[in-house]
């Protein structure tokens, strides 16, 4: 009983979610989500070894499905008032926080390096259809821009 919090009326009555405490780790503001999440994914053994699991577990474990999906991260761009930039970042959900704030999720935000977005599901080729030439690719982005106006 002793270690019983007492919450604000207001707290305990609150129904709706709450905002996401993900921060700028350059200035420590608030960071506006502009974007939705993109999944990640492991499809090589080595990848679930650096995420704590096993070398025989990992191994099996691609071995049956292929691709695992990484629950608890994802790539996501965020807005930064400070910077005044938008800027993609490499999301973990760490876990809930027993401090005050009680059911809170923290989470650890890195800015997300180019090989991760190969791992990333619905994401589209950045380079495009490597069947095309680069000739055809140049000439489509042209004849759109020129085609767009009304």
Known sequence: MKNLKLLKRCDRNRKRSKRRAIYCPIHGCYLHSVSQ???????HPGQLQQKGIGRQNAKILIASQTAVLLENEWLEAFWCDECQQTKWYHVEQLGKSTDQNIGRVSYSISLAPSHLWEQAVGVDEARGNPSVSEFTRRHARMAKYKNFSI
């Open 37 to 43: 999440k993109y999944k990640l994914f492991a499809s």
